[in-house]
């Protein structure tokens, strides 16, 4: 990064007592982590961009608990006399109130810092640029068929803030982390972390996927030799690097002769240490489809060993068989005139959209776009041929995507902003086809939607109605 960074050691912030503390961004995380500061003594000066009004906050409520607010704007003094600037993930580094806190020498932190400041329970964490909501929820999965009291927060579902002081020391807490998130951590340690891959994404925030890549990196920054990170077996740069770190080295996927891990072989998954190799559970017997998944379901037993569990016990095999789709991941909202629709919304960039598309054995019609990545799209023709029948656009990314799929001989049909009217169509054809409608954009939502979750939301109840029609 350009600009200097000032971070504050853990032992400096052990306890935040009379310190005035500004927290910038009201979202869900913001909202979590002045609370907290909040309870532990802190003096706490919400602060967004947006109005009350706009973030449906009350501000009586927020005043009558004991906080500061400024809302709709930063004031020039906003930082006069602060301690401690906490900042949103949602934040960019350029914003003019991260650099004035630059300026002022005003040190900040994220939420997911402050959370973990206060954790009494050892964390298991996941980053990564595709699978990991996945991951730690298959984690959390795990933990429950042990037995283990856990909490699934960070990047899905729940602030970290919200659950970190609910789980005791004898629990875990299973938390997934944005590289967003990694930007603003100094004590933040993970007794197992797994980085899961590393592809093109939110480069409107990063110089380069180098330093996308190096951010991600952060989550093994404070691992010591009893720690163990895990990587996917087959990523050779993964490996090279990993080895000048201290933690101890589990891998998964197709594991190489040597590694200790969680292996995905043809009819089944595998645990190898130094005792051997033991089959976990075969693969008819794990209900999440497509072998994205099966790597997916690697990962979290790799990680979840960290905390002390034998993936031999009954149990591991008993907590994968339970797992479930997530909601907006490849997940089967209805079923209508026959035919499945599936809402993969949170499929926002193409990687995920290639794990998508080899998710099926029935003629694919595949509804996507939105807001493009600035990336090459064109490299999905072969996965696009093999698997799709027709292609629906919709959105800003519709000339895009029409240009680098023409070569596929694919019919594609644009339905710019009618997002109703692509579903009604994009079903109607895989009726037709006896197919599946797959709502995977490989793009972003901020065209049309709120979120991918919006997106996601809206095209379930959309589907939902043609059950009346069908």
């Known amino acids: 990064m350009t600009m200097t960074e000032t971070f504050v050691t853990t032992e400096a912030t052990g306890a935040w007592d009379n310190q005035r503390i500004v927290v910038a961004g009201m979202a869900r995380s913001g909202r979590a982590a002045a609370r907290l500061l909040l309870a532990h003594g802190a003096r706490v000066t ?16 927020w005043r009558d608990a004991g906080f500061a607010l400024a809302l709709g704007g930063h004031p020039d003094d906003l930082l006069d006399g602060a301690d401690l600037l906490v900042l949103s993930p949602g934040i960019p580094k350029t914003a003019s109130l991260v650099l004035d806190a630059d300026r002022r020498g005003v040190p900040r932190l994220g939420e997911m810092e402050i959370a973990a400041q206060c954790a009494k329970a050892p964390m298991l964490a996941v980053t990564g640029t595709n699978g990991k909501s996945t991951v730690v929820t298959l984690t959390g999965g795990l933990l429950d068929a042990f037995g283990v009291e856990n909490a699934v927060a960070g990047n899905v579902g729940r602030a970290l803030s919200e659950v970190v002081e609910t789980i005791p020391a004898s629990g875990v807490l299973a938390v997934e982390v944005s590289s ?104 008819d017997a794990f209900p999440l489809p497509g072998a994205h998944n099966r790597n ?42 026959g035919v499945p629709c599936v809402d993969d919304s949170k499929a926002t960039n193409p990687e ?42 919709i959105g800003d990314g519709e000339t895009k995507l ?49 979120d991918y979750e919006e997106r996601g939301d809206r095209f379930a109840a959309l589907v939902r109605q043609l059950e009346d029609r069908g």
């Open 402 to 450: 029409s240009a680098d799929w023409a070569s596929t001989g694919l019919p594609i049909h644009k339905h710019g902003k009618d997002f109703p009217g692509a579903i009604r169509f994009g079903w109607e054809r895989a009726r037709a086809l006896g197919g599946v409608l797959l709502l995977s954009p490989g793009c972003a939502s901020f065209d049309m939607f709120r």
């Open 296 to 337: 997916n379901a690697a990962a979290a037993v790799a990680l979840t060993s960290a905390a002390g569990i034998d993936p031999r016990a009954a149990e591991t095999a008993r907590g994968l068989a339970a797992a479930k789709s997530l909601s907006h991941r490849l997940e089967t909202v209805a079923v209508v005139g």
């Open 46 to 61: 919400i602060t967004d961009l947006r109005s009350a009004e706009a973030l449906e906050l009350d501000e009586a409520a």
């Open 352 to 393: 995920s959209l290639e794990v998508a598309l080899g998710s099926f054995d029935r003629p694919v019609i595949l509804l996507a776009g939105g807001l493009p990545k600035d990336d090459d799209y064109g490299r999905l023709t072969p996965l696009l041929c093999a698997h799709a029948a027709e292609i629906v656009l």
């Open 180 to 283: 967003y998130q990694l930007e603003d951590v100094d004590g933040f340690h993970p007794v197992g972390a797994a980085l899961l891959n590393i592809t093109p994404d939110h480069l409107d925030r990063y110089d380069s996927l180098v330093h996308y890549g190096d951010t991600k990196w952060r989550l093994f920054d404070r691992q010591t030799a009893d720690d163990v990170a895990v990587f996917p077996a087959d990523n050779d740069a993964m490996r090279e690097r990993a080895a000048d770190l201290e933690s101890r080295l589990v891998f998964f996927g197709d594991l190489r002769d040597g590694d200790m891990g969680a292996g995905v072989t043809d009819t089944s998954l595998v645990w190898r240490d130094q005792r051997g190799e033991t089959e976990i559970l075969g693969w």
